[in-house]
């Protein structure tokens, strides 16, 4: 047997309740109406502002990959396309890209700086019986140090390249040689090609 439910009687403290969940619900409405949208997808018109901080980035040793992850940054292609299209854009890139070099430069000494991770070797009963350096963070620090030279080196190779001379000395000389006989040879074999169809 189902019981019959009765109607509460309607008060003003219920109207009230309901008045105030209406009015709850129409301000969240229109919080969401007003609210500003977000914008859809990364950005893709130039701005200063943009590449300001796209610079600095870069200058400050973030490669345009890192700094491309960023959600609130153009893609890589955007940012290349920019560089096409705002010579200005592409001058303060160059600067930047040459700053790079710099703070690699200056990533290497502190690289370099760091206390290595020791390993302790330690006998059956745990007691510590050498200590030695850890090779593989050996092995990782080196390689962090030689992805930053070559990189230093590729942005900046008049000062951070490696340098080529030809120089000799007192001794041995740098002696260039000119080898004209070829000519000669040639003209001779084209001489008597023209005798023998004659």
Known sequence: ?????TKEPVTLESLTQE???IAQNQAYVMQKVAAPKKPVGR?????????????????????????????????QCQIYAWLNRHPDFQEQYTRAREEQ???????IVD?????????????????????KLDSAYIAWQKQRIDSRKW????????????RVTHSGDDDSPVVIEHNLNVFGDLLKAIKLQRQSEA
Request: hydrophobic share 30%; with cysteine.
């Open 151 to 162: 990189n230093a080196s590729k942005q900046r190779p008049k000062k951070y390249g490696d």
């Open 43 to 75: 950005p893709t018109i130039y701005s200063k502002d943009l590449a300001d901080g796209i610079c600095v980035r870069l200058s400050l040793g973030e490669s345009i990959r890192s700094i491309c992850k960023d959600d609130k940054m153009p893609a």
């Open 1 to 5: 047997m189902t019981e019959k439910k």
């Open 19 to 21: 008045l105030a969940g």
């Open 101 to 107: 070099a710099e703070t690699h430069a200056d990533q």
């Open 111 to 131: 690289i370099a700086d760091e206390t290595p991770a020791l390993l302790e070797v330690r006998d059956k009963d745990g007691n510590i019986v050498d200590i």
